[in-house]
């Protein structure tokens, strides 16, 4: 019998290297704005009660509060 795991586990470790360097960024706060790649940012932020909606509810609800402008999603 073949073993699989070494190899999708491979796998895996290539797919979280792209992912995390697709969106690496550097978080700071200077004790007056969060800095984000050295640039002062306002999080907008607005919150989605889950219990309210069903799971196929969930990316419309998000896509929604992304293009209402919003940064933070509490939940």
Do not use: N
């Amino acid at each position: 019998m073949r073993r699989w795991w070494p190899a999708a586990l491979l796998g895996c470790a290539v797919a979280v290297s792209v992912l995390v360097a697709a969106v690496e960024c550097a978080v700071t706060y200077d004790k007056k704005a969060v800095l984000i790649d050295g640039q002062r940012r306002i999080l907008f932020s607005g919150s989605i009660h889950y219990p309210r909606s069903t799971p196929d509810m969930w990316e419309g609800l998000i896509q929604k509060a992304k293009d209402g402008g919003l940064d933070v999603i509490q939940t």
